[in-house]
């Protein structure tokens, strides 16, 4: 991949400072970068606050931030409302490891209240954990082992969620080192947004496979929505194969009041939560049909229950307080005005395309854009490997040398702390780079 290097060199004379940080830290850290979900290039920006939706690096620059804590921060940076509540728990409890009352109650009825297919709720820390909860879950309640999974998804980094088709590596490597041998036979692939294919496959191996885990936007991927047909003919086909439906909604619980489910009108078996429940602190959690979920419960089982999963931080008294904060800010008005500032960067980006007669566009649902340069719309894995991936890494380091933050990988995430005149300078900012590289004339 060749950067611009003019773009290569702005970025090094704005941040020299990120940089000398950055090859200090990789001494003692692998890629120089303590978490995460990756990093820039030519190198990180060491970011030393944030506030609302803006964030500030160590040299002195200002970003609008457009990555919200990789998609966690749906209010941004150190929401008043939050920070009090993390506060005032701070000064009765942090973490009590056993039962407490009320944080987890509350945090469990929010969810439950809002998720249409959501009658429990169990906590867990990451959105690895909840998805592995949820597939052990299906394996039980089937007696069936192989999971099924669409092309291009992302659920995580347990040995069987890695397993498949992904941009995250080589896209023809199925599966990466390091896994136990066998691992591969587990899973099945099905492609994304095409209902024939998907029932075909399902059909001819329906009878080994425990659960169809699918994400209604596909994240890693490039915030690749799901169609509304496709969704449902999932929900038709595991029905009646006796297939458990599990949502991956650890991304798309903010798209709307009741998550994506809602939205698309389709209701799982079970649905994986994370990222935004937890208003920026560590949280996650499965939810789903309570003859699901009881198999998690002793009092159903004679103090046996088939599966008593065990996690040291799930429902953690501070990121519960933290949860209670965000969703009760979570409104749906909030959610209709966030989304409508999402549909109006999608609706630029794609008349930029066409008014330029260049093949730019957008793809997303609500606050989760993804932006793609392809001959073909995106709309699945195939598509989605037609992108000029140069082209767009290119976008995003001259939007991070316009001071526009977001993650190198052709994704913009909108909080509730944005408002109209940032998405204003946003698509101005946009359009600039484009001429600035000379992509447009």
Same mark, same amino acid.
């Given at each position: 991949?060749?950067?611009?290097?003019?773009?290569?060199?702005?970025?090094?004379?704005?941040?020299?400072?990120?940089?000398?940080?950055?090859?200090?830290?990789?001494?003692?850290?692998?890629?120089?970068?303590?978490?995460?979900?990756?990093?820039?290039?030519?190198?990180?920006?060491?970011?030393?606050?944030?506030? @609302?939706?803006?964030?500030?690096?160590?040299?002195?620059?200002?970003?609008?931030?457009?990555?919200?804590?990789?998609?966690?921060?749906?209010?941004?940076?150190?929401?008043?409302?939050?920070?009090?509540? +993390?506060?005032?728990?701070?000064?009765?409890?942090?973490?009590?490891?056993?039962?407490?009352?009320?944080?987890?109650?509350?945090?469990?009825?929010?969810?439950?209240?809002?998720?249409?297919?959501?009658?429990?709720?169990? &906590?867990?820390?990451?959105?690895?954990?909840?998805?592995?909860?949820?597939?052990?879950?299906?394996?039980?309640?089937?007696?069936?082992?192989?999971?099924?999974?669409?092309?291009?998804?992302?659920?995580?980094?347990?040995?069987?969620?890695?397993?498949?088709?992904?941009?995250?590596?080589?896209?023809?490597?199925?599966?990466?080192?390091?896994?136990?041998?066998?691992?591969?036979?587990?899973? +099945?692939?099905?492609?994304?947004?095409?209902?024939?294919?998907?029932?075909? /496959?399902?059909?001819?191996?329906?009878?080994?496979?425990?659960?169809?885990?699918?994400?209604?936007?596909?994240?890693?991927?490039?915030?690749?929505?799901?169609?509304?047909?496709?969704?449902?003919?999932?929900?038709?086909?595991?029905?009646?194969?006796?297939?458990?439906?599990?949502?991956?909604?650890? +991304?798309?619980?903010?798209?709307?009041?009741?998550?994506?489910?809602?939205?698309?009108?389709?209701?799982?078996?079970?649905?994986?939560?994370?990222?935004?429940?937890?208003?920026?602190?560590?949280?996650?959690?499965?939810?789903?049909?309570?003859?699901?979920?009881?198999?998690?419960?002793?009092?159903?089982?004679?103090?046996?229950?088939?599966?008593?999963?065990?996690?040291?931080?799930?429902?953690?008294? /501070?990121?519960?307080?933290?949860?209670?904060?965000?969703?009760?800010?979570?409104?749906?008005?909030?959610?209709?005005?966030?989304?409508?500032?999402?549909?109006?960067?999608?609706? @630029?980006?794609?008349?930029?395309?066409?008014?330029?007669?260049?093949?730019?566009?957008?793809?997303?649902? @609500?606050?989760? /854009?993804?932006?793609?340069?392809?001959?073909?719309?995106?709309?699945?894995?195939?598509?989605?490997?037609?992108?000029?991936?140069?082209? +767009?890494?290119?976008?995003?380091?001259?939007?991070?040398?316009?001071?526009?933050?977001?993650?190198?990988?052709?994704?913009?995430?909108?909080?509730?702390?944005?408002?109209?005149?940032?998405?204003?300078? &946003?698509?101005?900012? &946009?359009?600039?780079?484009?001429?600035?590289?000379?992509?447009?004339?």
């Amino acid at each position: 991949m060749q950067l611009n290097e003019a773009e290569v060199a702005k970025f090094r004379a704005r941040n020299p400072r990120s940089k000398e940080l950055w090859e200090k830290t990789k001494e003692i850290i692998p890629t120089g970068h303590g978490g995460g979900m990756g990093y820039f290039l030519p190198h990180p920006i060491m970011v030393d606050h944030a506030k @609302g939706c803006w964030i500030w690096d160590v040299d002195g620059n200002r970003y609008l931030d457009m990555r919200i804590g990789d998609w966690v921060l749906i209010h941004g940076h150190c929401d008043d409302d939050i920070r009090d509540a +993390v506060m005032h728990q701070m000064e009765r409890s942090v973490q009590i490891g056993g039962p407490e009352w009320d944080l987890g109650y509350r945090l469990a009825k929010l969810l439950v209240d809002r998720m249409p297919s959501v009658d429990k709720v169990r &906590f867990f820390v990451s959105g690895t954990d909840a998805n592995m909860c949820a597939v052990r879950v299906s394996r039980i309640a089937t007696g069936r082992m192989k999971i099924a999974k669409t092309e291009g998804s992302y659920h995580g980094t347990a040995d069987v969620l890695l397993i498949g088709s992904t941009i995250l590596r080589d896209p023809t490597q199925w599966e990466p080192p390091g896994l136990l041998t066998g691992t591969d036979k587990e899973v +099945v692939e099905i492609p994304f947004n095409d209902p024939d294919g998907a029932e075909a /496959i399902l059909e001819r191996h329906g009878a080994d496979i425990a659960a169809v885990l699918v994400e209604p936007v596909q994240g890693a991927a490039g915030m690749i929505e799901a169609t509304g047909e496709y969704l449902q003919r999932l929900r038709d086909v595991t029905t009646k194969l006796g297939i458990i439906l599990i949502f991956d909604e650890v +991304v798309t619980l903010p798209v709307a009041y009741g998550g994506a489910q809602a939205h698309f009108g389709v209701t799982p078996d079970l649905t994986t939560m994370g990222k935004a429940i937890g208003g920026g602190l560590p949280c996650s959690a499965v939810g789903g049909r309570a003859d699901l979920m009881d198999l998690m419960e002793p009092d159903a089982h004679d103090g046996q229950p088939p599966f008593n999963p065990m996690a040291t931080f799930g429902g953690n008294q /501070i990121a519960m307080a933290a949860g209670i904060a965000c969703l009760e800010k979570l409104t749906p008005q909030e959610h209709d005005r966030v989304n409508a500032l999402g549909i109006k960067i999608m609706k @630029g980006i794609d008349e930029i395309g066409r008014r330029y007669e260049i093949p730019v566009h957008s793809t997303g649902l @609500g606050h989760l /854009i993804g932006l793609h340069w392809a001959p073909e719309r995106v709309v699945d894995f195939r598509t989605r490997l037609l992108d000029d991936r140069e082209k +767009v890494v290119n976008i995003m380091m001259a939007l991070v040398n316009e001071d526009i933050y977001q993650t190198y990988t052709g994704m913009f995430l909108l909080s509730t702390a944005i408002g109209e005149p940032e998405v204003d300078h &946003f698509m101005t900012t &946009f359009e600039k780079c484009l001429h600035t590289l000379g992509y447009v004339s």
